[in-house]
């Protein structure tokens, strides 16, 4: 199936700790996004990669750190985890800004 | 900056019933206008697109008419089912701006049978 697929779903873990988010398309396209949902629903781009290259980086705590090894994939490393932290993470891909295709999300809790 | 204003929520409305949820914008450039969908524990799902100025969007029964002299684009329904109920998102993407999608703040439907 083609799709924007990232893992985990569900990630729990200590407040201090470093965990990757993983996401990969398979749809060709050369945009990749991050974005934050909070609990109030409220959704905010984080990071934007083109053909592997920063072109968005939003006042995101430099604790947070993408990395895009090649077109098709876009994760995210986040060091010292805080409670402020929790909320669920959508990666998204898009071609020349008019087709956008999220994953179904990485839901983090912080404890 | 460029940004989208949404209705608040929650909308609650029986089953048959017409909907609208009212989205504004305001953008520096010529911006593409979207609606997504978001169902309980789901992800994002685009439901319809507009382009350009005049340009509707539809699918599903959902409709919306890109307005620029009203920088509007209204989410519309003639007669929704409970199985519509979720989280709407108005959202916009300006070339201008890197091409990233700025949303609308989300307006929860629920809808009772």
């Known amino acids: 199936d083609t799709a924007v697929s990232q893992t985990p779903k569900y990630l729990v873990t200590q407040m201090g700790n470093d965990k990757s988010i993983k996401c990969e398309q398979n749809?060709?396209?050369?945009?990749m996004y991050w974005y934050k949902q909070d609990s109030k629903k409220f959704l905010k781009i984080m990071f934007s990669?083109?053909?592997?290259?920063?072109?968005i980086n939003e006042t995101v705590p430099n604790r947070f750190s993408p990395k895009s090894p090649d077109k098709a994939h876009l994760n995210l490393h986040i060091n010292s985890l805080e409670l402020g932290d929790s909320a669920v993470y959508f990666c998204?891909?898009?071609?020349?800004?008019?087709?956008?295709?999220f994953g179904s999300g990485t839901r983090l809790t912080v404890v | 900056g460029d940004s989208v204003t949404q209705m608040e929520g929650p909308v609650t409305l029986s089953e048959e019933a017409f909907l609208t949820i009212n989205c504004t914008y305001t953008?520096?450039?010529?911006?593409?206008l979207f609606w997504y969908v978001q169902y309980p524990g789901e992800g994002l799902q685009l439901l319809l697109k507009?382009?350009?100025?005049?340009d509707k969007g539809s699918n599903k029964g959902f409709e919306a008419t890109y307005r620029k002299e009203t920088t509007s684009f209204h989410l519309e329904k003639g007669s929704v089912q409970v199985s519509d109920s979720a989280v709407y998102f108005c959202?916009?993407?300006?070339?201008?701006?890197?091409?990233?999608?700025?949303f609308g703040q989300g307006t929860e439907l629920s809808v009772k049978p």
């Open positions: 998204a891909s898009s071609q020349q800004n008019y087709g956008y295709t």
């Open positions: 749809l060709g396209h050369d945009t």
């Open positions: 990669y083109n053909n592997k290259e920063l072109i």
């Open positions: 953008a520096t450039g010529y911006p593409s």
């Open positions: 507009a382009t350009k100025a005049d």
């Open positions: 959202a916009l993407s300006d070339p201008s701006q890197g091409g990233k999608l700025i």
